[in-house]
């Protein structure tokens, strides 16, 4: 399996952006999928989730700013970010989120940088 994450770039508070991951090497349409983040120094986790069904979950902090979908004739999952905080700013990856801890189920590929200026 692959996982392509592209869209990423510098953009000031207040602004959007929108990243995408393209996905090959299995069945897409059934999998849930996740973007996650790594701010330096932190954790890497989980901000928006997608299921086979288009039912959605986001992490608290990102709530009524960022949006997840997926499109399965491109086998490609989105996040439009807007109201971008500074506090957004991470290395963003994409996934299948697996169980209730949401372990990456793939290796992870090389994220695409996020960076929000004040």
């Known amino acids: 399996a692959q996982l392509v994450e592209s869209g990423g770039g510098l953009v000031h508070a207040g602004g959007s952006l929108r990243i995408s991951c393209a996905a090959s090497?299995?069945?897409?349409?059934?999998?849930?999928m996740g973007w996650y983040r790594q701010a330096p120094g932190k954790h890497r986790e989980l901000v928006a989730r997608i299921d086979s069904n288009f039912n959605r979950n986001y992490e608290d902090s990102v709530k009524g700013r960022f949006t997840i979908s997926r499109d399965n004739s491109k086998n490609t999952v989105y996040l439009q970010m807007d109201s971008l905080k500074p506090e957004d700013t991470a290395v963003y990856y994409c996934?299948?989120?697996?169980?209730?801890?949401?372990?990456?189920?793939?290796?992870w590929g090389q994220g695409t940088q996020v960076t929000v200026s004040s």
């Open positions: 996934n299948i989120p697996v169980g209730p801890s949401y372990t990456n189920h793939y290796p």
């Open positions: 090497g299995f069945p897409f349409s059934i999998f849930a």
